[in-house]
Each structure stands twice: as C-alpha cells, then as structure tokens.
C-alpha cells in the first residue's frame, strides 16, 4: 500500500481538487484499490464526493481521536475502485487531542492505516491547509507527498514554507517520505505565470517539477458542482488530460523510487 500526501499551507491551490482527481483516475481508469482519506477540516474533499457526514457519524475524527477500527470509517462512493474516509466537522477538534497525547502524537493515523495496509494499493490523503499535528501525521504516515501550487509570489511562499516543514519530518520521524514533485494548477500561458514558473525552478532545483500543469477551466469548477471527478463528469476534457498525465508520471515517479 503506498501513502501520498497532497498539501500546501495556502487555500485555493487546488490540493483538494488534485486529490479528489487523482485518487478517481487511478480507482476508475486504472483499476486500482484506492482510498481517499479527507484530513481537512473543512471535508472539501468529501463533498466533492457528494457524501456529507453529520458530526454523529463516522469520520475520520473517530478514527484518529475515538481510536475507533478504521475499517468502521470507510464508505462507497459512486466511483469504481474508490472508497473514502470522510471528515466532519469535528474534526476541528482534532489538533487540540492530538496536542495532549503525552507520547507519539505524530504516529496515530500511520497507525490507523495499517488497519487495512493489505485492502487497498494507493492511500491519498488530503491535508489540511496548515503546519499542524494533522498535517504532521499525514506525512510521518506517507510514503510522497505532492504539493500542488499556483504559479504566483504567494505561491512561492507557501511552498518554501512547506519545504522546510517537510525537511523537519524527513529528519524527525520519516526519513522515508519523498516528494514527489510540485505540481502546477490554474495554469495560464502568460507572461507573469511563466516568470513565476522560472522563478520556482530556479528556487527550488532539489525539487521535480511535474512536466504536466493544471490548466485553468470552468470544467472544474463545474465538476465540483456536480460532484463528480473529472473521469467521470468529462473525460474528454483537455483538464482531464492534464491528470491522467500527472498520474502516468506519478506511477513511474514510484516505480523508479523503489516503491
């Protein structure tokens, strides 16, 4: 089972749209075991989904909170191959628990996952937009991590900030975790994003830059209205291109890493 972690501390990056749609590529289009598992309080990813759980339902919380069997938390959704640990709104909470574990408080969702290590082949987790105890454990539970960004001075921001984050859990309690590479969403062919781009690259030569980017559409704020991903609300869509590229390079990303 290989763990991947998507986040940037910046809201509106498209994190939760990568998730969603590479999670649904890879369970609708490539036939494999996959489960979204949505760590944002917000439950973006969720709803996306058109599931929407009531604080007195089973969510993630429970499972990283109530110590509840991970198993207990997974539901269906409407995509082949996919299924979803969803979040509530209790989840606000859930930073706060985890601060008042007296030990190894950046372990407790690795833990949880290993519940089900053998049901399914790619966990996608979904983080929240911020340095915390939940980002934390999404990552000293993962095996990559994908930091999907705009091509903007704020952008460059966030990722130098969630560079040295990842370099604290890489030294501290994964040294294991790669990063797959950043991933360019809301693209435009101008002039300014592609200054930024060069300045990206440039700022960061440690880092891969996936050779597809996002391109900026109305089909996806469409498809988050309708609730579908993008394989199944337009799959001829040059948007939905876009992904089934990024998960072509993300599979030979892991193939040639090792795992």
Known sequence: MIVISLLNRKGGAGKTTASVNLAAIFAELKGKRVLLTDIDPQANATTYLDKYISKDETSVYDVICNDVPTRSAIIDTNINNLKLIPSNVNLDKADTFLTTLPMAKEFVLKKKLKEIDSEFDYVIIDCPPARNNLTTNALTASDYTILPCEATEYGIDSIFAMNEFISNIQQCVNSNLKVAGILFTKKENTSVQKFYVEQFKAALKSYHFFDTEIRKTTIVEKS??????????????????????????????????GK
């Open 224 to 257: 988050l209205t309708e609730h579908q991903p993008l394989i199944i609300y337009g799959k001829r869509e040059e948007v939905t291109k876009d992904y089934i590229k990024v998960a072509d390079e993300l599979e030979k990303i892991i193939k040639e890493t």
